[in-house]
C-alpha cells in the first residue's frame, strides 16, 4: 500500500470505530431544581449553592 | 424475464447519483426497456429529461414518493427490463429505506475523496442492515470522477477494501462529457464522438453489473 492509500484506509477504520462504539453516557446532565435546593441544603453558609444570594445571617459578638 | 431494479444512493450529496442514474439508464435502454424513477426531492433527474424534451435520448422519467415506492417500483419492474432508482441524499428519508427494501441492486458512487469515503460508512452500514428485509440486496461501491494524475484516485480501489460493501471493477472518469450531457439535456450517448470515451466507461460498468 502507497501512503495515500495508507491514510484513506485509516481514516475510514477511524470512521467504522467512532460509528461501531457504544453512545457516550452524557455526564453534563441538567440538575433539576429539586436538585439544587438539595444542595444547597447541604451547604448553609457557603459560598456556593446559593449562600452568596443569601448569606447566613449570623451576628458576630 | 424479471427485470432488473437498481437503485442509485448515497447519503452524502454531490457524488454523482443523478449522473449515474441518468445516463446507466440510457445505457440500459438501449438493451432493453428501461425506466428512470426520480425519489430525489430536487428533482434533478426529472429537470435532465425535462431539458432534453422529445429530442432527448432519455427513458422515461417518473417521480417516485415515499408511499407509493412498493407499487411503483413493482408496476415499472411487470413492464420493464430495468428499473433504475435516483434515491434523495438522505440516510433518514424513508423513501430511501423503502427504495433497498424493493431493489435487487444498490450502486454507491464515490469520488475519490476522504469526505466522501467516510460519509459512505453510514451508507454501506446501512446496507448490510437493510439485508434482514431484503436478502436478496446486492450492493457495490462505484468510483466516480477519477483522475488518473491525481494519487487519490490511485488509491480508492485498494481503500474502499475496508468497506462491508464491495466496489466496481469499472468506474467513472472525471469527463466534461457527462456536464455536456446535463447543459444539452442527453445522455453521454446522445452526444456521439464527444461521449465516446463516457460511453466505454459506461458500457464497462453496464457489462459488470448485468453479468453479476
Redesign the interface.
Known sequence: ??K??N???S???K??ER?AAPAVADTTAVRRPAQRKAERAVKPGGLDGGAFEHPPRVWPD | MAALRIAVANQKGGTGKTTLAVNLAAGLHRRGTTVLLDADPQGSAANWARVGGADGDLPPVRGLVAAEVGSAIGQAADSCRYVLVDCPPHLQSDTLRRVMEWVDLVLIPVQPS?LD??AS??MA?TVVGTRVRNPRLRAFMVLNQLDSRN??S???H??L???DVPALTNGLMRRAAFRSAALEGRSVYGLGSRGASAVRDLEAIIKEITGL
Open positions: 500500500m502507497n495515500a492509500t491514510k484513506l484506509a481514516g475510514i477504520r470512521v467504522k460509528h | 476522504p469515503l467516510w460508512v453510514d452500514a494519487a487519490l490511485g488509491a480508492m485498494q481503500a477494501a475496508e468497506f
